[in-house]
Nanobody, 128 residues
Framework: QVQLVESGGGLVQAGGSLRLSCLVSGRTFSMLGMAWFRQAPGKDREFGATINWSGGTTYYADSVKGRFTISRDDATNTVFLQMNSLKPEDTAVYYC?????????????????????WGQGTQVTVSS
């Protein structure tokens, strides 16, 4: 059973940076596609960024492209989300999610149903 634990959230001023981490345990990390989603107050949860099992392919939502970078470290079973040039509209709870290699693809990565394991979330607040 896969378990995900996020960390790194906090309060930052607009224009600042944060790096989120997601520690993965319980299954072979290299067999998982990983993603970050976020949910702002009063809004639905939305896709942010994803990375495939090898780390060779990444996709980003248009709202974060050019500002956020997703990466993975197989040595420590950790996925990172480097967030730069943060804006107040980036304020949300950020969730890490894992998908089996058999489900993750270029056509499914934005679909929340692709991911069968979720972390508890970490709050990111960007002040103006």
């Amino acid at each position: 059973q896969v378990q995900l634990v996020e960390s790194g959230g906090g309060l930052v001023q607009a224009g600042g940076s944060l790096r989120l981490s997601c520690l993965v345990s319980g299954r072979t990390f290299s067999m998982l596609g990983m993603a970050w989603f976020r949910q702002a107050p009063g809004k639905d949860r939305e896709f942010g960024a994803t990375i495939n099992w090898s780390g060779g392919t990444t996709y980003y939502a248009d709202s974060v492209k050019g500002r956020f970078t997703i990466s993975r470290d197989d040595a420590t079973n950790t996925v990172f989300l480097q967030m730069n040039s943060l804006k107040p509209e980036d304020t949300a709870v950020y969730y890490c999610a894992a998908a089996p290699r058999s489900l993750w693809s270029w056509s499914s990565y934005e679909n929340q149903a692709t991911y069968n394991t979720w972390g508890q979330g970490t709050q990111v607040t960007v002040s103006s």
